[in-house]
Each structure stands twice: as structure tokens, then as C-alpha cells.
């Protein structure tokens, strides 16, 4: 387990002083559960608390950084990002590119359903990390972490693309959803030019059948294009299935 959390640590790019603090974090109730005292019905140790104080944390950092970043943005637009910004959906992006899931404390019930890979429980070890870090080390440490693993070049895309204000990704897994298709899965196909001018290409595919394809200047905002065109997609094949709101 050390090597373990040794090797976390080196992906937060932060060193626990409590390495407690960081187990907590990990433990999904499902794991606290089954360690209480037989025949006890309370869970101790695990992160939901800690998650709920890392959503208020996150939320005045975004809140901070993108009214500092786009000072000529109004009200609305810059709710509309941040919304992206703290949504499970991009959450679960940043947990995976950290290879969190690897790292979680499950019950053997998540576990066997395919936890480590549950778009709300990484989402919510995320938010949970966050709070440890800052119980552990103060706002400076997880400033640094969300500008690095949350924000990344997620806010710069969308600033220069107003487009990607609506989260094609979670309006088109809610669409997968409501007329029972796979849920999407996105692959970067492609990287493009040099290191300071990469365009990249990403694919978003339904099943085996249905893919599309489509350039952006960050993974991200290419794979919000793609999920756009396969939203439209799905739309001409599907038009009496239409869900509110797309």
C-alpha cells in the first residue's frame, strides 16, 4: 500500500504529512462499511464528508480563477463554466487521467459491479482529495492541484470557444441513456504540429456502429466537438426521441 500511495502522490504532485488524511480519501463507504464491528450498522473513515467540504473548496476556486481569467465575461457565461467545470461528468475526466480509480478503497460489492471506473464515485474522490489536501496543506497546494489536473486547458479552450459553454459530452451520455444505446466512449485518434501548436483529433463512438470525428486545439475541446456531431447524429436517426433540453 505504500508504493501505492507513493505513486499517487507523485501524479497529485503533492506529498501528504497525513497519509491518513489521504487513505480517507480513498475509502468509499462501501470499504468503511464492511471494516466496522460486526454486526454494526455505522461506517467510519470514509470520504464523504470529505467530499463535501472539496465541493466547496473547488467551487470558490473556479468561482476565483475564472473571475480573475475573464474579467469582460458576464455573470451568466461564467456560471455556465464553472458548471462545467465542477460537473461529475468533467470530474470523472480528471480522475481518469490520474489513474485515480486504480487507487480507491472499495467494498467488495463496488468492486465487483465496476467501481473504479463509476463516473459519481470518481468524481467524488476528487472532491474528497481536494479536501484532504487542503486539511493536509493549506488552499496553496490545491490551488496548484486543480489549476493542474481540474482546470487544465479545459478553461482556455472554452474562453476562446464559446461553444463549448454547452457540455455536448453530458447532454449526449444523457441522450445514450434515454434511448438505451451504449454509453459513449471517446479515443484520441490523433495528434498534430508542434508541442506549442498541437491540434488533436478525437473520436466519440456509440456502439460499434456510430463514430465521429473531430479536431480541437486540447483533447477536450475536440472531444466536446465529437460529442456535438454525434448528438446531431442521433438526432437525424432518432428524431421522435428528441430529450428536452438538447
Known sequence: ?????????????????????????????????????????????????????GDAILGFLISELLFARHPSFPEGRLSQLKALLVSATHLHESAQSLGLGEYLLLG??????????KRALLADAMEAII?????D???????????????????????????LVVDYKAALQEMTQT??????????????????????????RVGLELAEN??????????QLAAQKMLECLLTQFPQ?????V
Open 131 to 135: 479536501a484532504a489536501m487542503y486539511l
Open 179 to 204: 434511448l438505451r444505446l451504449p454509453s459513449p466512449r471517446y479515443i484520441t485518434v490523433r495528434e498534430a504540429g508542434p508541442e506549442h501548436r498541437k491540434t488533436f483529433t478525437v473520436e466519440a
Open 1 to 53: 500500500m505504500e508504493e501505492a500511495l507513493a505513486a499517487l502522490q507523485e501524479k497529485l504532485g503533492y506529498q501528504f504529512h497525513s497519509k491518513q488524511l489521504l487513505l480517507r480519501a480513498l475509502t468509499h463507504k462501501s470499504r468503511a462499511f464492511e471494516n466496522g464491528p460486526a454486526g454494526s450498522t455505522e461506517r467510519t473513515g470514509d470520504n464523504e464528508q470529505l467530499e463535501f467540504l
Open 214 to 223: 473531430a479536431d480541437g486545439t486540447s483533447k477536450k475541446a475536440a472531444g
Open 241 to 245: 426521441e428528441e430529450p428536452d433540453g
Open 108 to 117: 467488495r460489492g463496488e468492486e465487483l459491479s465496476g467501481g473504479r471506473e
Open 137 to 163: 496543506g493549506g488552499m496553496s497546494p490545491v490551488k496548484q492541484f486543480v489549476l493542474s489536473h481540474v482546470v487544465g486547458e479545459f478553461d482556455e479552450a472554452a474562453g476562446e470557444d464559446e461553444s
